[in-house]
């Protein structure tokens, strides 16, 4: 999905996009790095100096909230942000933070969750944890 489209979708739904949501959706949407909040602050910053963190945290919040974007909690109270919503799987490195997107069909995770209990399975999140080529060389 891109910027537009987004854009679109939360227009529809009443949700108001100033031009400081709409740095911070691109911003997410053109790296493929999985950003903190802080690092997508420091990047939305450079072009809205008046930007807060606040901003950032509600926006992305909301972006979670309607299914545009994931959040991967990385176990250390911060969050990493993707801006592909599609459900893939990551791998992160355990001593440097680097998240790496896997994209493999394991398995239907969903499905065999729904059948083995019942619930209807909106989304799931598996990341892997490992030490990344350059941690490893150290």
């Not at 691109?26 to 809205?48: G, N």
């Not at 209990?117 to 990341?127: E, P, R, S």
């Amino acid at each position: 999905m891109n910027a537009v489209e987004i854009l679109k979708g939360l227009k529809s739904r009443g949700v108001r996009f100033t031009p400081q949501r709409q740095a911070i959706l691109e911003y997410l949407l053109s790296t493929h790095s999985h950003p903190t909040a802080e690092e997508i602050y420091k990047e939305v910053k450079e072009k809205f100096p008046g930007v807060s963190l606040g901003t950032i945290y509600n926006t992305l919040n909301m972006l979670k909230e309607h299914r545009f974007i994931l959040e991967l909690p990385c176990g250390d109270m911060s969050s990493r942000f993707d801006g592909n919503p599609v459900n893939h799987y990551h791998v992160m490195c355990s001593n440097c933070g680097v998240v790496v997107d896997f994209h493999v069909s394991l398995i239907d995770m969903d499905d065999l969750v729904s059948r083995e209990t019942g619930f209807k399975v909106d989304t799931h999140n598996l990341v892997f944890y490992g030490l990344c080529p350059e941690c490893r060389k150290k």
